[in-house]
């Protein structure tokens, strides 16, 4: 939407990925809360990542596992201390707790020795000279607990997700996240979100999407309520309105046709349309009603109404499809869109009022 999509940087970016796929991408999080320093949570949460690597879009290291470099993660900080010696140490030292894995599943025995990891990692950060280093502030990015009151342990898990750009691809990913999220059996006290840009920008789309569609009924309720007190004829305000609802079935038609995306800009369109075609039809009416009082007949009343107003609103319309058409040539595809669907619209209101319209003005006539 904000890139022309054969400039150099779409270009790469499309190259990027096609030889290098998923290693990277936009960052989205799960955040998990609650009694997150249980052993056999961690057990859950290793199986959970396991399973997170056969979804689509998720960006995979080299081993086929979820990408997880420079970044940490419940399971990836308390396998770093225990492979640390010196650094079990210097946690025993400050807190006088020992962490020891005597099953050998890579996993701290008690939760009391994870509380004192990430309450370590959240004060000192952790690092291993040569090998990794990771300081306070980076490790809270990842954890966050209450320290007065000693509990309430929240952990971040951060993965990358390629093909965002494509709002449907975004809806995919988070069906399958959300599905695997149902599936997967954490215990009762730790609560799980799904958060990040790629789905708050999707919330925030959708909500703009949503609400102009919700719009649209109560804009034509009360355009046809003006029409009805301007016009003070029931037939003449359902003539009048019908055309106008025509224009915005006609145009998001063909912007599925097309193929248009919708955005925070061309959700806009059905709405404008909507004014659009109410200031054309109304115009057009109003000349047929002072037409017919002079006119023989009903045809001659049409013939008159198109060849007064009817040019007038060609004349209008021609000029404005040239000046939004001309926005069609802006580099930023989200204007370019915006301006060729625009002029596409005002040609259908265009059509509506000198086509649709005066063929029921006159079937509704009485002379």
Same mark, same amino acid.
């Given at each position: 939407?904000?890139?022309? &999509? ?49 979804? &689509?879009?998720?960006? @995979? &290291? ?9 970044? $940490? ?15 079990? =140490? ?67 898990? !951060? ?12 809806? =995919? ?31 925030? $789309? ?5 609400? !102009? ?41 063909? !912007? ?17 349309? $909507? ?8 115009? %057009? ?41 001309? %926005?069609?040539?802006?580099? %930023? ?11 596409? !619209?005002?040609?259908?209101? @265009? ?17």
């Amino acid at each position: 939407d904000f890139f022309d &999509n054969e400039s150099d940087f779409v270009v790469s970016l499309d190259q990027f990925e096609e030889y290098d796929p998923g290693v990277r991408g936009e960052p989205a999080q799960f955040i998990f809360e609650g009694e997150i320093t249980d052993p056999k949570f961690i057990m859950t949460f290793n199986k959970f990542t396991k399973d997170l690597s056969k979804i &689509n879009f998720i960006g @995979l &290291n080299e081993n086929g596992e979820i990408n997880q470099s420079d970044v $940490l993660n419940i399971s990836k900080i308390t396998s770093l201390v225990l492979k640390n010696e010196p650094l079990k =140490e210097e946690i025993f030292r400050k807190s006088g707790v020992k962490i020891t894995d005597l099953n050998n599943d890579n996993i701290p025995d008690e939760s009391d020795q994870i509380k004192e990891i990430i309450k370590y990692g959240f004060d000192n950060g952790i690092e291993s000279k040569g090998q990794y280093s990771f300081d306070p502030l980076w490790f809270q990015r990842y954890f966050w607990y209450d320290q007065d009151k000693d509990n309430d342990f929240t952990s971040i898990l !951060m993965i990358f997700l390629s093909g965002t750009r494509t709002e449907d691809d975004v809806s =995919e990913v988070r069906k399958d996240l959300n599905k695997l999220i149902e599936e997967t059996d954490f215990p009762k006290n730790v609560t799980l979100g799904l958060t990040g840009s790629p789905f708050s920008r999707s919330d925030q $789309l959708n909500a703009t999407t949503n609400s !102009m569609r919700r719009s649209i009924p109560f804009a034509f309720i009360g355009s046809f309520l003006i029409i009805l007190i301007a016009l003070r004829s029931f037939r003449y305000a359902i003539a009048t309105i019908i055309p106008i609802a025509l224009v915005v079935i006609w145009l998001y038609g063909i !912007m599925y046709l097309f193929d248009f995306s919708l955005n925070y800009v061309t959700a806009t369109i059905g709405a404008i349309s $909507l004014g659009v075609g109410v200031d054309f039809a109304i115009h %057009m009416t109003m000349r047929f009603r002072e037409e017919l009082k002079s006119a023989s007949d009903k045809l001659s009343a049409l013939y008159n109404s198109i060849n007064g107003t009817g040019l007038a609103l060609l004349g209008s319309a021609i000029s404005s499809t040239i000046g939004f058409l001309i %926005m069609g040539f802006a580099p %930023m595809p989200l204007f370019s869109t915006f301006g060729i669907l625009t002029a596409v !619209m005002i040609c259908l209101a @265009l059509i509506a009022s000198l086509v649709t319209l005066p063929s029921l003005l006159y079937l509704i006539s009485k002379k």
